[in-house]
């Protein structure tokens, strides 16, 4: 049976090639961007198995606005992407409060707002999946993009104790964790900071990192054969890394990190105080 979308961001990147993927196979998408001039091309191919929706996700009355129009247009949801974001990048002391609050209202609140909308029907329905995109950058961290790791590590605590709430409900939840992929996310897309000159010989570290990323660097197009993959499961993952490089910066980080909690357990169990009987 077809499957009806909610894809947030779906003018670009990962969220255009997924409305792809969906409507390519005969599913129906409610497409959301900024700007609905750039989803004109999907509605003139596809016709009325495209519902283009203005949105700005840090809207949350628009948010639920644009959730109960889908409904109204196609009777249900089974995938939501919560695909709208952003990378801010700057050090952590040279973010503004303006840039700090912009990025965790995007990237967090707009998929938080974007999941409390759709969440209604699908306990209604008695099934839906909510696909959540966070990153590499959700389980580790790289410098002079802090807030953006900040956005992401919230998003993945959020959706783990939310697929724990809604499964006695018929709701799944994914949270897909890409690579580097050549999409605007560090480009176009992007945001920057003020620099200041004390983090000059970081920033250029890490601008060598990224650079060196660029030749390896997957095809969005790629994704789209996994994202089907992962929404037809019978039981989709909790997580999943889409591309070849993030399982062995997880695995360094996740050794890493025992390593630390087991060099220092006497102290952690000292911390523990006595053991009342």
Known sequence: MSKVWFITGASRGFGREWSLAALERGDSVAATARDTAALGDLVAQFGDR??????????????????AAAVARFGRLDVVVNN????????????????????????????LWVTQAALPQMRAQGSGHLIQVSSIGGISAFAGIGIYHASKW?????????????APLGIKVTLVEP???????????????????????????????????KASRGDPRAT???????????EPPLRIFFGNGPLAVATREYEQRLATWKAWEAVSVAAQGPVTP
Request: net charge negative; charged share 20%.
């Open 154 to 166: 919230a998003l993945e605590g959020m959706s783990q104790a939310l697929a724990l709430e809604v």
């Open 50 to 67: 495209v519902l283009p929706l203005a949105l700005d996700v840090t809207d949350r009355a628009g948010c639920f606005e644009a959730i």
């Open 179 to 213: 690579g580097s992929y050549s999409t605007d996310w560090g480009d176009v897309s992007s945001r920057h900071a003020q620099p200041l000159p004390a983090y000059e010989a970081s920033r250029a570290v890490a601008a060598k990192v990224r650079e060196a990323r």
């Open 84 to 111: 709208a974001g952003y990378g801010q990048f700057g050090m952590v002391e040279e973010l503004s409060e303006a840039e700090a609050r912009s990025q965790i209202e995007t990237n967090l609140f707009g998929a």
């Open 224 to 234: 789209r054969a996994a994202i089907l993959a992962v929404v037809d499961a019978a």
